[in-house]
């Protein structure tokens, strides 16, 4: 998972955990880290390396955009390349910053993520009334012929 580079939700993660990303990443890689700190900081990681490709491609077109560079040097293919690579990275971007915030909002709150889980069944005992007891497997039942025998 990225930890070096931020992401716009850095803040975001921090309120709802309690901690800095550096520290809930350590903490992710616990054995008793909760699923949901580890599925946000896959987002996080995926979230700060798609903003990275965005200001790569900003970059660059802001290069190749300089006043003081050449005319002849300007290719439109190559703009309208990086500006379909620029607008798939947004989308991206949009997708990874949706996730994550739909996340946060719907887990429960950090104090409930740290009860154990119930993993034994209750047991209801019943005890029936007489009448209600199951027959023996053969009162009453006639026996028919076994497949396979003549009768």
Do not use: N
């Amino acid at each position: 998972m990225s930890t070096a580079k931020a992401s716009t939700m850095d803040i975001d993660l921090q309120r709802v955990f309690g901690s800095p990303v550096p520290e809930l990443h350590e903490a992710a890689v616990a054995r008793d880290a909760s699923p949901a700190l580890t599925r946000a900081l896959e987002l996080r990681s995926f979230l700060a390396l798609t903003e990275e490709q965005v200001a790569r491609v900003r970059d660059r077109a802001h290069a190749d955009m300089d006043p003081d560079r050449d005319m002849g040097e300007l290719s439109a293919d190559k703009l309208r390349f990086d500006a379909q690579w620029l607008e798939a990275a947004l989308d991206a971007c949009d997708g990874y910053r949706a996730a994550l915030g739909e996340l946060l909002r719907t887990m429960p709150p950090p104090r409930e993520q740290a009860r154990p889980v119930r993993t034994t069944q209750p047991r209801a005992t019943v005890t029936l009334p007489p009448s209600a007891a199951p027959a023996p497997p053969r009162a009453g039942a006639a026996r028919g012929p076994r497949p396979g025998k003549p009768a």
